[in-house]
């Protein structure tokens, strides 16, 4: 179609762990692309091969099958140079012995004046332009996962990839973090590729919500979401479209969850919400 | 701020009371009984003053030197080669099973039993002793090493490697750091142990250092010279703990503030 | 039910496996290490009786294990080490929790013990000679000072590291203060104990050994190795340390799965007090 402008294309990609009778088929099958400016989430019940997707992105796990390609370049076994990332474990993924302002500055091999500028616009977008001489470790979750996101930014990436980055902090914050992942997509053009298990947040978030099936992952649907930008926490939710997107990517969710997978909880019925969503 | 500081001085008093009542005691039972082996306090520093302190030559230019120069050396020989082979072995994962044992092995082997090796080998001179001092302590520094690396949470050096960064900064910037707190606690066991393998190198070695003159107090009678040296061992390595003590805390500050901010 | 079976005797399986195959692991990584010595001392840099080969050695090791006297050798070094361990404890356990247990003690004491702890017990050795004269005293006092003070730091230690949350709820328990002392605080230092005792063993071996060769009048394995190197060959030296050394690594091993059942609800990763 529109190659020139994907930024991820993802083509025939299959992954299993172990051997074929006992092994994990994580992926069975998986099409798509991302492109250039584009918010793309993917939701998906747990085990469903996000992470094991997001890991063959970045170029740390090599596919089963299937190629993936980052700006017109594959990702064969190195890892790809214009892709940052924001983990779900902030605490970890930040350096506890690099001030804040180092956390943002070691992706950066610019020379140094541009490093120091790049460092500090990414830190005054996300707000922590005041707390660059702290550390990790003296920040709450919320403002650690500022600085995974500061960090991501000044990379200056193609894609962008948050795994789940919201997933441990509460509500609130969570909220103020949704927000200002709309702010940088915004300010910066960033192509991101967001990964959760939450429905409303990839609904609020993106413009398209892929929904992938329990494994072995595939493509359930590619929801196109039209709803107006900018988007506000509670306008946005109360909108007629975004209630009926989010049932609609519910909906394919809940029809996953088949009476056979034991591992599963309980069915419910088809109008009523999951916990999770 | 006054009470502040009347805390402090408090506190201080208070840390030091019992050191004065017992080096008092001490003085006083030795003066009044005159026991054979025990110096009073004052003659130890009397000593320690007049042949440590002073004298031509003092024994801190003969003896204190050269067993620093050893102690040194030793360690410093050590704690290159521990961490550089720990962080070789503790990053090949693969290599760990066959590899373990055979470091546990040689960390068990008590290093005096090897003593009568190094003498031959290197004669009774400095270099047997750094060698010696070198060879005893570096197992703790490189098990640690070792335990240290491979306790590096896997999501930091994917960290490192999705943005793209190199090898040989992922060591430096990540691998190392992270190791840190644990190789500091190998150091730290391997300086004591320095020590003890100083004193008993210079024991049997007879050539000078701290070691040589506690054994020649004994030897020749005489007895505030023993303690002298007793001492002087003492205040070395509460010296060198210390300044070990201060690069830790510069070097690994993050470290405790990120525990207590976890607890 | 078939797959119940079969999952149970796959898991089997790995149970018996995995140290096999980890001691084969180990033992591969040893003739390794051995083939390399081998090597280096056939190129014969020095004399052989200086350097001898793997082989050399571990055959004279093997008839060690008949000589009576090194047998003897071994009894003594390793009586020295579980008396003095033994005195240890029994010192500095009582010592650290009456010290660990008040605010003021510990004040009061720490620079007592900072003071002291980096005297080196070989430093002591000639003291210890003329204290206790010969035999095996001297150096059972060499191991109780190096012992002592791991112990003692880390059953302090451990007496200051209960969570206040741990004391406040036995207070509204309506706990005494000696209830709290021997089923909260005790418990809660035990730990530490046990860590401060394997610290003090992993070295008690070096220390014991050393005090024989300075101060132990020819007894236990010191005094055994200063006679034989003292004969000119050192091939029963080498044979000696590798017997001596898998002892230490059967002392080090069977302490550490000790502790690991003793800290088993411990997981957190501790730093070690003390040296």
């Known amino acids: 179609m529109r190659d020139e402008e994907s930024v991820l294309e993802v083509r025939g990609l299959g992954h299993r762990y172990g051997d074929a009778t006992s092994g994990h088929h994580a ?59 924001v983990f779900q474990d902030y605490s970890r993924s930040l350096f506890a012995w690099m001030s804040v302002r180092r956390n943002v500055a070691f992706p950066l091999r610019n020379a140094r004046c541009s490093r120091d500028e790049r460092t500090a616009e990414s830190l005054a977008a996300v707000g922590l332009t005041d707390f660059a001489g702290r550390y990790p470790w003296q920040l709450s979750g919320g403002m650690q996962q500022r600085v995974a996101i500061a960090r991501a930014l000044a990379y200056r990436p193609k894609l962008l990839l948050m795994d789940e980055p919201f997933a441990s902090v509460d509500a609130q914050t969570r909220a103020d973090l949704e927000d200002l992942a709309l702010q940088v997509h ?85 109008e009523e919400m999951p916990a999770w969503a | 701020m006054t009470h502040r500081v009347a805390g402090i001085a408090l506190r201080s008093l208070e840390s030091l009371i019992l050191v004065v009542v017992l080096v008092g005691l001490w003085q006083w039972y030795t003066a009044a009984h005159h026991p054979l082996y025990f110096t009073p306090p004052g003659d130890i520093w009397r000593t320690i003053r007049e042949h440590w302190l002073s004298g031509q030559p003092s024994k801190l230019r003969t003896a204190v030197e050269p067993s620093l120069r050893r102690v040194l050396l030793g360690w410093l020989i050590a704690a290159v080669v521990g961490v550089a082979v720990g962080v070789a072995i503790g990053a090949t994962r693969w290599l760990a099973p066959y590899v373990d044992p055979l470091v546990h092995f040689l960390r068990s082997l008590p290093p005096p039993a090897i003593l009568p090796v190094f003498l031959v080998l290197f004669g009774i001179g400095d270099r047997m002793k750094i060698i010696f001092i070198a060879f005893g302590i570096v197992w703790p520094i490189l098990l640690n090493t070792i335990r240290g690396v491979r306790s590096v949470p896997v999501l930091q050096l994917e960290t490192g490697r999705v943005f793209g960064v190199g090898p040989l900064r992922r060591l430096f910037q990540i691998v190392l750091p992270a190791a840190a707190p644990q190789i500091f606690a190998g150091l730290r066991i391997a300086l004591s142990l320095a020590l003890v393998l100083m004193v008993i190198s210079e024991m049997v070695a007879a050539s000078g250092g701290i070691g040589f003159e506690i054994l020649q107090g004994q030897a020749a009678f005489d007895f505030p010279g023993m303690w002298a040296g007793i001492v002087v061992v003492g205040v070395v390595g509460l010296l060198l703990n210390g300044v070990l003590s201060l690069v830790e805390g510069r070097v690994l500050g993050w470290h405790r503030g990120a525990r207590a901010a976890a607890q | 039910m078939g797959v119940a079976a079969s999952r149970l005797g796959g898991l089997d399986g790995v149970r018996l496996a995995r140290p096999v195959v980890r001691t ?118 060499l191991v109780v000072w190096t012992s002592v003070w791991p112990i003692l730091v880390n059953t302090i230690y451990g007496m200051r590291d209960l969570d206040p949350v741990a004391y406040d709820t036995a207070r509204s328990f309506g706990f005494g203060r000696l209830a709290i002392l021997f089923r909260v605080a005790l418990p809660n230092a035990a730990s530490y104990v046990v860590t401060g005792v394997r610290i003090a063993i992993s070295i008690a071996l070096a220390v014991a050994i050393a005090g024989e060769i300075v101060a132990g009048g020819g007894q236990g394995i010191g005094g055994w190795i200063g006679k034989e190197s003292a004969s000119g060959s050192l091939v029963p030296v080498y044979a000696a340390a590798v017997i001596v050394g898998a002892i230490g690594y059967l002392i080090n091993r069977l302490l550490e799965l000790v502790e690991q059942r003793a800290l088993h609800w411990h997981e957190s990763l501790r730093t070690e007090h003390g040296r």
Not at chain 1, 53 to 71: C, F, H, K
Not at chain 1, 207 to 221: I, M
Not at chain 3, 47 to 53: D, K
């Open chain 1, 27 to 85: 992926i069975g099958s998986l099409d798509f692309a991302v492109r250039s400016g584009e918010f793309v989430s993917i939701v998906g019940p747990s085990g469903s091969g996000k992470t094991t997707l997001l890991r063959i992105v970045t170029g740390l796990m090599r596919p089963g099958q299937g190629s993936v390609e980052v700006a017109g370049r594959p990702v064969s076994g190195g890892v790809p140079e214009d892709v940052a990332v």
């Open chain 1, 186 to 270: 915004e300010r910066f053009g960033t192509t991101i590729l967001f990964v959760t298990h939450d429905i409303d947040e990839s609904v609020y978030l993106s413009d398209r919500v892929l929904v992938l099936s329990s494994p072995p992952a595939r493509l359930l649907a590619d929801v196109q979401v039209d709803l107006p930008r900018p988007r506000d926490q509670l306008a946005t939710r109360q909108l007629p479209e975004f209630v009926r997107l989010r049932a609609e990517v519910a909906g394919l969710l809940l029809r996953q969850r088949d009476p056979r997978d034991e591992t599963g909880p309980a069915v419910g019925s088809a």
């Open chain 3, 24 to 141: 084969a692991q180990g033992l591969v990584g040893g003739i390794a290490f051995c083939a390399l010595w081998q090597l280096l001392a056939d190129r014969h840099f020095v004399l052989a009786v200086y350097f001898p080969t793997a082989t050399t050695t571990l055959r004279s090791s093997f008839f060690l294990l008949g000589h009576r006297d090194f047998w003897v050798a071994i009894r003594d070094t390793l009586h020295a080490m579980l008396e003095g361990l033994a005195i240890s404890i029994l010192i500095a356990v009582p010592a650290g929790v009456a010290v660990g247990r008040s605010d003021h003690v510990y004040r009061i004491t720490r620079t007592v013990i900072e003071l002291l702890r980096p005297i080196s017990a070989v430093a002591l050795a000639p003291l210890a000679i003329l204290v206790f004269k010969t035999g095996i005293k001297p150096t059972i006092f």
